[in-house]
């Protein structure tokens, strides 16, 4: 079998870099140089520092109080970045919980597909941050009203790609499945869903890259901790440099959450792309 080619390589992460890094001389020289009010754009090395400070602990160490360890990880962007987190794994596993065996009976079942698909249709252009009012109505403040936002916004890319998962399931398959003797259920659990896998994973990955978008905006709102809501925090302080830091926080835990999900994808695709194990 082919093996797989190595994803990153010394020239590709230079080339990657190269755009980043002139962004960044560039916000940092017209910076230092005063053309920019630092209280609006404040310059790399500031926003550096905060992120530093936000990532470190706010009291001094105590042996008596608890652990090191404890102690380490007990500042505030580590307390934040978990809380947002925590919020998209649980209105995820509910979304996705909910979306995956209706897209696999609508994909795999032309009646029940009829019956859902005109309500499916209407609520899938509605963007979930519309639904906040009413989640803040049905569900107070807290963690539930985000975690229903975030279950609707992984929701649907879930749906939609297990429905066109199933539904284009290469019909060689099937015959050959029928002509070898398989009942319904055995083409169900032997043919059609391993079929649809690449699909459902790829709706999963975008599912949760939504997911992670939603939470930031209902953080903002509904919730007193998480990302979105330091964000706002800092806002109403002016400090810009803590936004910022917020922002590139964000920005490096969805990273981390794409190539997990991309690592997940390829070692569940093994046998799809023809990978050794």
């Known amino acids: 079998m082919s093996q797989a080619t190595p994803r990153f390589s010394p020239a590709a992460v230079l080339r990657g870099s190269l755009v980043p890094v002139l962004v960044i001389a560039l916000w940092q020289i017209l910076s230092t140089s005063g053309l920019i009010n630092p209280v609006v ?3 790399p090395v500031q926003v550096v ?17 608890s652990s090191w360890i404890l102690w380490a990880l007990s500042g505030e962007m580590l307390f934040d970045a ?15 919980g909910l979306a995956l ?10 009646r029940i597909y009829a019956l859902f698909d005109p309500l499916m249709q209407v609520l899938r ?33 879930v749906l939609m790609n297990t429905i066109a998962g199933v539904r284009h ?44 978008i939603v939470v930031i905006v209902s953080e903002m709102i509904a919730v007193n901790s998480g990302l979105g809501f330091r964000i706002l925090e800092a806002r ?14 964000i920005g490096l835990l969805g990273l981390a959450i794409d190539i ?18």
């Not at 987190?85 to 996705?96: E, S």
């Not at 997990?260 to 194990?277: D, I, K």
């Open 260 to 277: 997990g999900m991309n690592r997940l994808n390829n070692h569940l695709l093994r046998w799809h792309r023809g990978l050794e194990n």
């Open 125 to 157: 252009p509605i963007p979930p941050i519309a639904y906040i009012p009413l989640a803040i109505l049905w569900f107070g403040l807290g963690n539930a009203p985000a975690v229903f936002l975030i279950a609707i916004g992984a929701f649907f890319p």
């Open 236 to 249: 109403e302080f002016m400090w810009s440099d803590k936004i910022i830091a917020g922002m590139f926080t």
């Open 101 to 110: 065996p209706l897209g696999l009976a609508m994909g795999g079942n032309p």
């Open 82 to 96: 978990w809380s947002s987190l925590y919020r998209v794994v649980l209105g995820f596993a509910v979304g996705a």
């Open 169 to 212: 399931v290469d019909g060689i398959y099937l015959r050959a499945a029928r002509n070898l003797g398989a009942g319904k259920l055995t083409m169900f659990v032997r043919v059609i869903l391993p079929a649809a896998t690449p699909y459902i994973l790829a709706g999963a990955r975008i599912g949760i890259g939504t997911a992670f």
């Open 41 to 43: 754009l404040p310059s």
């Open 49 to 65: 520092v905060r992120w530093w400070a936000y990532l470190l602990p706010t009291e001094a160490y105590d042996p008596a109080q």
